[in-house]
């Protein structure tokens, strides 16, 4: 069973940065997994925000943070990271971090869905 445990999150202005780290833990290897990070405002479906293939390195984003977030891991950190900046009051929202053990490499369609395993979320809000 893998746990995982976001932090980094908190009260910015517009323009402002933020780096959301997950650290996972229960697991041996991640190197097989796909993991991303979602996020979801009061009142709307959760939506993801980005998703990294741990063994190639590939990743993709969501339209509405591309250019402005960019997602990472350190393998020997089991640590996955959201770097966010010029953050906007629409980015406002829980962010959770996910992961898909299956070993199946990530698809762009893959939706909250998909992921089997949740951290419990870290709050990010942005001020205008």
């Known amino acids: 069973q893998v746990q995982l445990v976001e932090s980094g999150g908190g009260s910015v202005q517009t323009g402002g940065s933020l780096r959301l780290s997950c650290v996972a833990s229960?697991?041996?290897?991640?190197?097989?997994?796909?993991m991303a990070w979602f996020r979801q405002a009061p009142g709307k479906e959760r939506e993801k925000v980005a998703q990294?293939?741990?063994?190639?390195?590939?990743?993709d984003y969501g339209d509405p943070v591309k250019g402005r977030f960019t997602i990472s891991e350190d393998n020997a950190k089991n640590t996955l990271y959201l770097e966010m900046n010029s953050l906007k009051p629409d980015d406002s929202a829980s962010y959770y971090c996910?992961?898909?053990?299956?070993?199946?490499?990530?698809?762009?369609?893959?939706?909250?869905?998909?992921?089997?395993?949740w951290g419990q979320g870290t709050q990010v809000t942005v001020s205008s």
């Open positions: 996910a992961v898909r053990r299956d070993g199946w490499r990530c698809r762009p369609d893959w939706s909250a869905s998909d992921y089997d395993s």
């Open positions: 229960g697991e041996s290897d991640y190197r097989r997994y796909c």
């Open positions: 990294i293939d741990i063994l190639s390195g590939i990743t």
